[in-house]
């Protein structure tokens, strides 16, 4: 029995070993990105509900961008409070802000998929780059950094969305690690001609990508998913890129409770049922292979089978994982989290199979 467990655990640090190097290695080691600015119109698309205080910290940063020629697409989708307000006083002053209203209707009650859809189809530009009404960007050449990567066949960027520092907050270490490795995953599986996800916090498309895939008609009755199951279906090896620039990158506030963290990460991995079976599957095994390692590791310790070798092979596994992990947090200015990696990576899995359990008997609340 333990010498199964031993040739199992084998098993799955070589498999560990290929996502790490091989596959994560593609970001990870990748060469730094460089600028090659593009003047292309831009329409920056923006979609809240019931966001008044965000959205006034949001929209002066947007206005400031340093990019010639660029239009600003503020949906609100039937906010109750201050919301609709907050955008007219803004689009009264500046010419480039253009305003979408989302009534409530019965078919698509709460739906951020069609409110998005509407803003799309009013966008001036066919560059469309979306963040959320809760986010900030990094620089003021935000669109001029994320825009430098379109070329005349990548018509699709995928950016990263990051959260803010904490101090003193282990939840907060724990948030930014698993958006880190999130990143990490989308990223190398992107260069690796797979791309499989997106953030609607940080992205961007040609609209002519939006069409050829019928928006989001496919999956329309799915409330999650404007983001990462729109990439799923639309994103191929010769029409996506990415861009890990510093100037890039946008900030959002994290969850100060577990119990929203917990509620939130229900809501985004709910979507990853619908994903291409490739996806579906090397997601899974990755996820499989971080449980069964620890699991085996902790069999095998407390009946010292083979101790001195299995302790040798735990410190190659994290040796590896350190390294690719490590190099991709300094590409993403997330290096603090790497201090506590052992000890986040042990509470993560565990919460993502707790998040499995919990979205296996109840469905995760969605858009607001």
């Known amino acids: 029995m333990l010498l199964t467990v031993f040739c199992l655990f084998i098993v799955v640090v070589v498999v560990q070993f290929l996502y790490y190097i091989v596959v994560f290695g593609k970001f990870s080691f990748a060469k730094p990105q460089t600028i090659t600015p593009k003047r292309i119109p831009v329409s920056v698309v923006v979609c809240a509900k019931n966001e008044e205080e965000n959205v006034r910290k949001l929209i002066p940063l947007l206005i400031d961008q340093n990019f010639p020629q660029f239009e600003i697409v503020l949906i609100d989708d039937a906010s109750s409070d201050s919301t609709l307000e907050i955008f007219e006083e ?3 002053i500046h010419s480039n802000i253009k305003l979408v209203k989302v009534e409530n209707n019965e078919a698509f009650w709460g739906n951020k998929k069609y409110a998005l859809t509407l803003g799309i189809k009013a966008a001036k530009h066919d560059y469309l780059l979306f963040t959320d009404a ?3 960007p990094s620089s003021k050449d935000w669109i001029a950094t994320m825009s430098s990567q379109f070329t005349a066949e990548r018509t699709i960027v995928l950016g990263y969305g990051a959260y803010e520092k904490i101090g003193g907050s282990f939840l907060n270490k724990i948030i930014r690690f698993e958006t880190l490795l999130t990143a990490l995953q989308y990223f190398s599986w992107a260069k690796m001609g797979k791309p499989y996800m997106g953030i609607g916090r940080n992205l961007a498309y040609k609209r002519d990508e939006f069409f050829k895939v019928r928006g989001f008609i496919d999956h329309m009755k799915i409330r999650s998913g ?5 990439i799923n279906q639309a994103a191929e090896a010769k029409n996506t890129t990415i861009c890990f620039l510093p100037e890039s990158f946008t900030y959002s506030k994290p969850k100060k409770t577990f119990k929203e963290w917990f509620i939130q990460k229900r809501r985004h991995l709910s979507t990853a049922n619908y994903y291409k079976l490739f996806d579906k599957n090397q997601l899974g095994l990755f996820y499989l292979s971080q449980l069964l390692f620890i699991v085996a590791a ?12 299995v302790l040798s092979i735990i410190g190659f ?13 300094g590409k993403l200015k997330e290096k603090d989290v790497m201090y506590w990696f052992p000890i986040i990576e042990f509470f993560l899995v565990f919460i993502q199979l707790n998040v499995f359990v919990s979205n296996t008997f109840s469905k995760p609340v969605h858009w607001k």
């Open 90 to 92: 803004y689009a009264k």
């Open 134 to 136: 809760d986010c900030v």
């Open 226 to 230: 404007d983001d990462d199951l729109f």
């Open 298 to 309: 902790i069999i095998l310790l407390s009946f010292q089978f083979q101790w001195i070798s």
């Open 317 to 329: 596994r994290y040796i590896f994982s350190w390294i690719a992990v490590g190099f991709a947090a």
